[in-house]
């Protein structure tokens, strides 16, 4: 599963000086109080199966709305386009939402680099000119020549919906593999380019999902499922995963298979290749986190893999081939994570060496070896930090980074001095460093430059005190003179989950929730991985409760410290994240004004029957389990929901997402349009031609952030000073 309020200013200046403007005088900045009018709403009618029920052990759970899992029925398609007809009528009716869109444009519309990288003395990166729906492919012969397109994205589809996902060059650089996703489905379907001459090859796989390209002489690695029944490709189970190789020229009925385990169909198999093409590596997983391990050596032609992992209660990563040694990164016996030498001809645990050892309090989340040496990314309360030690695990530096923020994507050849790496904050929009690796200082390769006084704004750490007394981190944006008053629009954040961390990134659309004195703040909550394994597994199961008591915990914080109130202040979350939102809402209504779970996993009890979901079992339990389901069922947010007045709610989902199929948001918001009391709308958005966020296009990235910053600051009574 692996990311929006008042300021009046009174100076007669263009609107991008307004927020200069505010910093100017000396008081505080206030949010003035104002009063809308109520937008009425009438939810298009839901039908009602009381047949529909299943039983749990001894306890009987009533499922009404289950018509609408089969999202190709022509009643669902129709409940669809009648609920998207009640929430844009309704959105359309918000008057300065048109305003709020076109600052967004203002903010969004600036240059956005990928960090460079080499492949066969060739530079490449990524670039967004501004409001492309998709960023380009482009290269250099170096870093100072003319760039020309490699392959362009926003070529795939008239309307930008489809996108390039997964990519990989031959060792010689004269093929480029890249896969493309769809309307934002997890299926891919991989070409390949020749980039001697530009043309486009004939090879088409199609099928691919959770796939990695791993090259090997004139063909590549990938994984592939068997193909599903007619309309049952986006909800079907994902079942019998496995590695083929694919030979260029040949047909995909011609594939090898390379890997596959029939006796376990819910294994799901991802298969590399170093960057020397020595070393095909297989891994293999049952859930969201833990991983068998096997290499084949391809220099020796060896038939048979070898396993260097066999079981499923670690993480392991081959990060590079150091002269017949496999550099791994793995929290076994490490929750924080190390990296290790497995020497390939001797791979038993036994002979394993520790390289890079455990950090006690901070946590390796990746490393990259450069210049003769390994760059290694920490977690350092839940910020980056970036340390660089020599091929004996010796510690040699740490490299200065300009603030509280996020290092992602270091790229550099393993011999050679330049690398790089980009930067971002919530208050820096990513920014590409080059690395020197002789000296290890650090220079700005590319700046961007946007409609946006970052100057006028600060980031803050908190330590929250969850209800069991444990600290919790949490970061809060705002502008430098906000006033304390309780007034100011606020937007909380969280995850919590599958030991992914939540690390500080930009984004235009809460950068525009700052101008307008709001408040952007986001909870490291437990479930994440911002402080190891420990903290992942303290979020899991029937512990899952503690991530919705952090995240409460930390909203009582911004109410108590008069940040905000409760009803200027809002929640966000999506995926595992809209979870977050469904439980903390269902559980605590009174807190929040507004919520927005974004394509959330909100039916706990059968969420495993769709597509890739029962991997995620791991994390949360399954109803078949008689424990695990007496802990579900007192969180489901589907199966919390009662008779009592919930906080605005914008349901967020969309019709191509097979990660968290959209029934859970079609069957939560049927529910909650039943049973909610008082006017707080009940509004579900529904796009079309998406998936679950993954290669979305800049227009639709638009557009929803317009439609929820518009949402809230509408039902917080704070107009806008655009």
Not at 200 to 207: A, F, G, K, N, Y
Not at 292 to 321: C, G, R, S, V
Request: charged fraction near 20%.
């Amino acid at each position: 599963m692996r990311t929006l309020i008042l300021n009046i200013c009174f100076c007669s200046i263009p609107l991008f000086l307004a927020v200069a403007c505010n910093q100017s005088g000396s008081s505080a900045s206030k949010t003035q109080p104002m009063q809308f009018k109520k937008i009425p709403v009438t939810y298009p009618v839901s039908r009602q199966d009381s047949a529909v029920a299943d039983t749990y052990f001894d306890t009987t759970i009533n499922d009404p709305y289950r018509w609408l899992e089969d999202d190709q029925s022509a009643e669902t398609k129709d409940w669809v386009q009648k609920q998207n007809a009640v929430t844009f009528g309704y959105l359309e009716q918000v008057p300065f939402r048109e305003k709020i869109k076109t600052r967004l444009e203002q903010i969004w519309n600036f240059e956005k680099y990928g960090t460079p990288f080499k492949k066969a003395g060739v530079y490449y990166f990524f670039k967004n000119d501004g409001l492309q729906n998709q960023s380009v492919l482009y290269r250099q012969a170096t870093l100072d020549a003319q760039p020309e397109v490699v392959l362009d994205p926003n070529t795939f589809s008239a309307d930008g919906t489809a996108s390039l996902q997964e990519y990989a060059f031959s060792k010689d650089g004269r093929y480029l593999a890249y896969s493309i996703s769809t309307g934002g489905s997890d299926w891919r379907s991989i070409r390949v380019k020749d980039l001697q001459n530009g043309q486009l090859l004939p090879d088409q796989v199609e099928w691919a999902k959770f796939t990695g390209i791993g090259w090997a002489g004139n063909g590549f690695y990938y994984t592939r499922y068997p193909e599903p029944k007619a309309g049952a490709a986006l909800t079907a189970a994902n079942q019998n995963s496995a590695i083929y190789f694919h030979q260029l020229g040949a047909p995909q009925s011609e594939d090898r298979l390379v890997y596959q385990d029939k006796a376990h169909p819910n294994y799901y198999f991802n298969a590399g290749t170093t960057e020397d093409e020595r070393f095909l590596y297989l891994s293999g997983s049952e859930s969201t986190s833990g991983n068998m391990l096997y290499f084949k050596d391809l220099a020796k032609n060896q038939k048979a893999f070898t396993p260097i992992y066999t079981k499923f209660d670690h993480d392991f990563a081959l990060i590079e081939n150091l002269d017949g040694n496999l550099l791994i990164l793995t929290n076994h016996q490490a929750p924080n994570q190390r990296l290790i030498l497995v020497n390939s001809a001797q791979p038993a645990e036994t002979s394993w060496r520790t390289l890079v050892p455990e950090d006690s309090a901070d946590v390796l989340q990746s490393a990259v070896v450069c210049g003769g040496k390994i760059v290694c990314s920490y977690l350092h309360n839940a910020s980056s930090a970036l340390r660089v030690f020599d091929l004996e695990g010796k510690l040699l530096r740490e490299v200065a980074l300009p603030e509280i923020g996020t290092v992602v994507n270091v790229q550099g050849e393993k011999n050679e001095a330049q690398a790089f790496f980009a930067f971002q904050s919530f208050l820096r929009p990513s920014t590409i460093y080059a690395l020197d690796m002789n000296t290890l200082e650090t220079s700005v390769f590319k700046a961007p430059k946007l409609d946006f006084n970052s100057d006028a704004y600060l980031t803050e750490q908190v330590w929250v005190t969850g209800k069991d007394g444990t600290k919790v981190p949490m970061f809060i944006t705002r502008k430098k003179n906000i006033s304390f008053d309780s007034q100011n629009p606020a937007l909380l954040y969280g995850y919590g989950g599958f030991n992914i961390s939540v690390t500080p990134g930009f984004s235009a659309s809460k950068a525009a929730l700052l101008e307008n004195n709001g408040i952007y703040a986001v909870a490291n909550i437990r479930g994440g991985g911002e402080f190891g394994e420990k903290w992942h597994k303290a979020g899991t199961k029937c512990q899952k409760q503690n991530v919705f008591d952090d995240f409460i915990a930390a909203a009582e914080y911004l109410v108590d410290k008069k940040y905000t109130s409760p009803p200027r202040l809002a929640i966000e979350g999506g995926s595992n994240g809209g979870l977050l939102v469904g439980a903390c809402m269902t559980q605590r209504p009174d807190l929040f004004g507004v919520c927005f779970p974004r394509v959330g996993v909100l039916d706990m009890l059968r969420y495993h029957q769709f597509t890739i979901g029962y991997a995620w079992a791991v994390d949360y339990g399954r109803s078949d389990n008689q424990t695990e389901f007496d802990c579900l069922i007192k969180y489901s947010p589907l199966h919390r929901i009662r008779k009592t007045a919930y906080p605005a709610t914008m349901i967020t989902t969309a019709d191509h997402d097979d990660r968290v199929v959209p029934a859970h948001s079609f069957k939560f918001a049927a529910t909650l349009q039943q049973y909610q009391q008082g006017d707080n709308p009940a509004l579900i958005r529904i796009e079309t031609s998406a998936g679950h966020g993954a290669g979305k296009p800049t227009a639709k990235l638009l557009e929803e952030a317009a439609d929820m910053l518009s949402f809230m600051l509408y039902q917080m009574n704070v107009a806008p000073v655009y």
